[in-house]
């Protein structure tokens, strides 16, 4: 009977110690974006003087003072005009060749599965300096081929689609198509592509935030500030408003917010699609 | 019949890759060999290209900026990955316990959440919340009790480095969990109940049987740390000036890459620090894969 007590009290602690970590840890986790967007209500001169827990009424001013001298609003539409792109081209190529992969034998399609499968370690600012010469030589500098056309080339797409087809598409299927005399490009449109949607579903979540977040290669290739999607754009908030903190807050805000609020919509999706990568990677 | 089909669509399955094929060589490799070219120039974009042989990796290994640009870049991976893959490693541990079923998923999605955020936008956001003059942070701290000054963060090179490896270490720690939680959850629960049996306690199972099975996640967690890590740049660069400042204490080699490439347009140089850069990354990859499996092979 003691012993029960015990072990039941040792196991509430134990649950008491680990709720509090946990919910520390959440705290430290969600306050920057609290204080972001509670400090983007606020003028930089109330900023400049203290700590604030509650909205303030400057968010319009803020916001005004931003669009005045800032192209965010354009950042956001260059960065979807990059992104959409990018995200269908990748599902697209990586379900038309993971199936390729996965369905037929050719000579050398080991060599080239895991030769493409290699390239994912290329870190890719190694190609940097290459890519702004081939840019610039094909006359594409300050536009999102640069961007766009290598962004398309995901091999890790290519993997995981491969590895799906393998364990969810039967051969059946394709086979009683064939016997209806049914094209092999069309096998793939209307039969396999459908069947591959929950796949590819993940895989445009992932890649699509991949190419929105990044930084370096259109600070690389584009050199018009109105053209800059929105990562370059938040990143020289601070060049531009060397003060006004209360503009630079809702700046963020507006490149944060809709993460966050896309991210809690799909967020089982999303962590689910976490371990694709690491299980058989 | 297998062979028979195999045969058949042997020419099919090419037609279905070719078009990865061509834009994975046109768009991702030829770059990359352009810039191994390169690295073998001198070249500023006006004048014409010349051909120097070796001598832009005789200046790299000797270039003391390009060393301490590598040596900054390790430094900050060092001193967030133990303490991002030993938080990681608690916290999959009691994730994967029963009595948290209901929460789980809140809390992954709130440790998880900084990993989806535009790293510009964080490290923007926290360059103005560290601001020494009107920064939140100080102010709170100062509010606290905490400290008496406001705290230059961001002009010590202890500080700036310090607060780029947390700002990495806290979008990534929620990263890592997820990854070893699953590898945690993989594991069967009956080597557990034999190990109770036998007169285990927590910490003994934990050491003895959930360390040893989770060693591949662990070693992928780790891997890509260092994989990002060596390519660290969006966090320090809008940290800072953009030179790494104060001292270059935090700029990192990707960031000396670009500013050799193109804010000094010595293209022929920042190609030769790519392949440095290249480099010291397979080495690091194989070496740390080697580390981590080769001696899991030697116990058994």
Redesign the interface.
Known sequence: MYTTTSMRTSEALK?FV?FT??GL??V???V?FF??II?ATHS?RA??????LLPGDMFIENYRTLIRRTYIWHGFMNSATIAIPVTVGACY??A??G???S?????G?NI?FYG?LG?I??????????????ARGLGVLDTYWGII??G??N?QA?FWLRMYTDSAIPYSLMESARMEGCG?LRI?HSIVLPLLKPAIATIAIFSF?QI??N??IP??LINTRRKYP???Q??Q??DVWQ?D?GA??V??TI??VP??IV??IL??R??GG??LG??K? | MGSKFARKYSITGLYFILPFLVMLLLFRLYPLLFTFQISFMRWDLLSPREFLGLANYQRLVADPVFLQSVWNTFLIWLMNVFFRLGVALVFAYFLSQRFFSRSKHFFMAVFYLPNLITATSIATLFAILLDWRTGTFNFLLIELGLIEQPVYWLNSAFWARAVTAFTIGWMWFGYAAILLMAGMSAISEDLYESATIDGANEFQKFRRITIPLIRPTLTYVFVISLIGGLQNFDIPMVLTDGLGSPDRSILTTVMYLYNQSFRNLNLGYGAAISFGLFAVIMAVTAASFRTLYGNRDGIE
Do not use: H
């Open positions: 649950k680990v970590l946990f840890t959440a430290v986790c969600i920057p204080t972001m400090n930089a900023l400049s003087s203290g700590v604030y190529f990586g038309l060749t199936y390729g992969f369905r037929f034998r050719f000579k399609r080239l493409i390239t370690m290329i870190p890719p600012q190694a190609a940097l300096v290459g890519l702004f010469e081939f056309l290598p398309i080339v091999p290519v092999e793939f935030v929105w977040n930084y370096i600070l690389v929105l990562p370059v938040i990143a908030l601070d003060q903190y630079i807050y700046g963020v490149s944060v993460i966050i991210f809690f967020s089982k999303i962590i976490l371990t690491a299980v990677g």
